[in-house]
């Protein structure tokens, strides 16, 4: 029952970050930085993707993902269309990879020591979902204060 629940939440907060990024008015705002704001939202999506593309699509579902950490956080100017289709298509590989996950495989150990130690998929997906909301709480207060 809690894989139903959590795909229900990754679906809706894909979404949520499909339409942040879809709000911003201009799209080279997606890239800016000030003060002490230091990653953009376009890096933050980008982050996102790579994360969730990795770690769900590619070690739970089992499709081909090769992760560019650091452009996730050095890349710039990736069009909005293109980081609109990258959350697409996220959403796809992560429904599709925990659609495909038993749900008695929650209380086994996650194919990867990520945190510094070994952990259950259920930690480690309810890890995962918090991490996607932080960052999508930082993009979204990016948009209102820096798309002026």
């Excluded at 809706?12 to 890239?31: C, G, T």
Aim: hydrophobic share 40%; charged share 25%; proline share 1%.
């Amino acid at each position: 029952m809690v894989l139903k629940e959590l795909i229900r939440l990754f679906e809706r907060d894909i979404e949520r970050l499909k339409a942040e990024i879809n709000a911003y008015s201009k799209e080279e705002n997606l890239w800016k930085v000030e003060h002490n704001i230091t990653n953009s939202a376009g890096n933050l999506c980008l982050h996102l993707v790579g994360n969730m593309s990795n770690f769900v699509g590619k070690e739970i579902g089992g499709f081909d993902y090769t992760r560019d950490r650091e452009f996730e956080f050095a890349g710039k100017n990736v069009p909005k269309a293109e980081l609109i289709a990258m959350v697409e298509k996220l959403q796809n590989v992560v429904t599709a990879s925990l659609e495909g996950l038993d749900e008695s495989m929650l209380d086994k150990d996650y194919p990867l020591e990520v945190l510094g130690g070994k952990m259950s998929y259920n930690f480690f997906l309810i890890h995962l979902f918090g991490h996607f909301s932080y960052h999508l709480g930082q993009i979204n207060y990016h948009r209102r204060l820096l798309d002026k």
